[in-house]
């Protein structure tokens, strides 16, 4: 009673000119409080929505199996470490050499097998992105080759993991828990994983090469590729990865194949990192939101993957940034500071003075349409190409 008569006396000492500003401020200052603490406890249901659309986490690759330009694709398990068990989608094309079916090669023939990882952006889930993934992959198959003639093929296998508590994943997504994720796709590949979802003989149409997978000599290279925070997901991924792998050893009772470092990176409409994208979100100096850095548990920082990587001795063959012209998200000033930070760490061009990082505006583009773009597929089809002809030895590929 005390304390509410003390409360009223003082309100009634306020002149009713000032008193109707200062219980709009406080309401003010009680709103910006609540949607900072808002932001702080639920940051990772802001940042990762993988119930978005409503219904995504139940939907099949067969609901879109007819969208997917005759491309099969399987659904995979990848067991974590700490025991969640990720669900994903592979898929491959097959591009034979028809000057070396027709004319026969010298020497044992061989096939070069491009593994391309794609990290999805932060909502919705795996089956609907397959129809998309799949232009690239009928793209590849339709592209002639121009090989040397004891490369009997080139095997493009597309594989797509969905993070923990996307699509059907258990678990919740998180920093700490994605990169846990990353690592376990990573040992999903040097297993062998994606192999064990196709036959080990493929349709031989013509008949003049009858031999069996065992029969070739593989050469594997690996692209890896991210959309929006996938991006700084596949780049934080790999920089572990490349700084984890030496103190590895694979074990005995796991027969593992070392896996080559990316040939290429593929970086569709990426940002610099968590904080970055506050201040893009909030430009305003005046609003709290950008302030929140301090509290923040996920941080995806691309100067971070950038520097862990030059300091493990990685220098990337070629990195492709795609940056949506019309982007609603993500600024095209993103795209750029991106653009200057990797050159700052890995240059701009290969031994032979070929452009090795190219920054490529996808006009028209929104934030997810970089790949719906004619541009944008092209550029995406010819960076992938390049790795499986084996041109990416002019970029200065490892």
């Known amino acids: ?114 593994i391309i990882v794609y990290f999805q952006g932060n909502a919705s889930s795996t089956p609907p992105r397959l129809p998309i993934l799949s232009s690239i992959l009928s793209g590849l198959s339709r592209t002639p080759l121009s090989l040397q003639p004891q490369v ?122 968590i904080p970055e994208m506050l201040i893009e979100l909030y430009p305003q100096k005046w609003l709290p939101y950008r302030y929140l850095t301090p509290f923040l548990r996920n941080w995806w920082d691309m100067h971070d993957a950038a520097k862990k990587l030059k300091t493990a001795g990685y220098s990337p063959g070629r990195i492709s940034i795609l940056i949506a012209e019309k982007d609603e998200l993500v600024g095209g000033a993103q795209g750029e500071k991106i653009d200057a930070l990797l050159r700052s760490y890995f240059g701009g061009e290969g031994k032979n003075g070929q452009k090795k990082l190219r920054k490529v505006m996808v006009k028209g583009a929104l934030h997810v349409e970089c790949l719906l773009k004619d541009q944008g597929r092209r550029e995406v089809i010819e960076t992938i190409q390049a790795v499986g002809e084996g041109s990416s030895r002019e970029f200065g590929f490892r």
């Not at 068990?85 to 070396?100: F, K, W």
């Not at 934080?236 to 990865?241: M, Q, S």
């Open 1 to 114: 009673m005390q304390c509410r008569k003390l409360s009223t006396d003082v309100l009634s000492r306020i002149h009713p000119v000032i008193l109707s500003p200062l219980v709009f401020a406080g309401l003010l200052v009680t709103l910006w409080v609540y949607k900072c603490l808002m932001m702080i406890i639920f940051q990772n249901n802001i940042i990762y929505m993988p119930g978005v659309p409503l219904g995504a986490r139940r939907e099949r690759i067969d609901d879109y199996a007819g969208m997917c330009s005759g491309i099969k694709w399987k659904e995979v398990q990848i067991l974590t470490s700490d025991g969640h068990l990720l669900r994903g989608a592979v898929a491959e094309v097959r591009v034979r050499n028809e000057i070396t079916r027709e004319l026969g090669a010298a020497g044992k023939p061989h096939r070069r097998r491009v």
């Open 152 to 273: 009997q093929e080139v095997v493009y296998t597309a594989v797509v993991p969905a993070y923990r508590g996307y699509w059907t994943s258990t678990g919740k997504p998180s920093q700490r828990g994605i990169e846990e994720d990353g690592r376990a796709i990573f040992k999903f590949l040097e297993t062998g994983g994606y192999k064990t979802q196709y036959p080990s003989t493929p349709p031989e149409p013509s008949g003049i090469f009858p031999e069996i997978d065992g029969d070739l000599d593989e050469k594997v290279e690996l692209i890896i590729w991210g959309q929006s925070i996938g991006a700084n997901i596949a780049m934080t991924t790999l920089a572990n990865h490349v700084t984890e792998r030496s103190s590895n050893q694979p074990s005995p009772a796991q027969p593992t194949e070392r896996l080559p470092t990316p040939a290429a990176i593929i970086l569709e409409t990426p940002f610099l990192s």
